[in-house]
């Protein structure tokens, strides 16, 4: 298999694959690894859910695959939701650590900047993805939340006028 990754925008078909990937995640999500009493989080990550957001403007998808053709396989899935706000970024168990996140983010970003977010970027980051965030240079806008059976910092990175 190669190991070259290539980004493509994620199209309502992709919904499936999607909802999978942030499936196995969810033990990383979730306080309780069960998911008991994040209910509503799970349901907004369900296949009717993840469709709904593919087939709005305002949600930019795109996915990350390694090899080509019939090797290829999911790499990870980044979308912005209003050009400002970063929704969803996953990537499978077995390439963490890799820089596929980086690339993701950088592919997102760039999007976002290409269709006018010159003001900076938002994120509900997991207790889990925190260093990875902080790395790109977003800080904490408050503390720690913890409700409905999650936990998430809320960010934010400011965007510099030359970027």
């Known amino acids: 298999m190669s190991h070259e990754l290539t980004l493509r925008p994620a199209l309502v078909a992709d919904a499936p ?3 999978a990937l ?3 995640l969810m033990p ?3 306080l309780h690894p069960d ?3 994040a209910e509503k989080f799970i349901e907004h990550c369900r296949l009717p859910a993840i469709e709904n957001y593919l087939s709005q403007e305002k949600y930019q998808y795109q996915l990350a695959h390694l090899g080509g ?3 290829s396989r999911l790499a990870g899935v980044v979308a912005m939701r ?3 706000h970063l929704f969803h970024l996953f990537v499978p168990r077995a390439l963490h650590r890799r820089g596929i996140a980086l690339q993701l983010w950088q592919a997102a970003r760039a999007a976002s900047i290409a269709s006018g977010n010159t003001t900076g970027f938002t994120v509900n980051s997991s ?3 925190l260093p990875f965030y902080e790395s790109l240079g977003f800080v904490a806008t408050a503390p720690r939340v913890e409700a409905d059976g ?3 910092v809320p960010m934010r990175r400011e965007e510099s006028p030359v970027g």
């Open 22 to 24: 942030i499936d196995d």
């Open 150 to 152: 999650i936990a998430y």
């Open 127 to 129: 207790v889990y993805a």
């Open 69 to 71: 053709g019939l090797d």
């Open 35 to 37: 998911g008991a009493g």
């Open 17 to 19: 694959a999607i909802v």
């Open 82 to 84: 209003d050009n400002t």
């Open 28 to 30: 990383f999500l979730t």
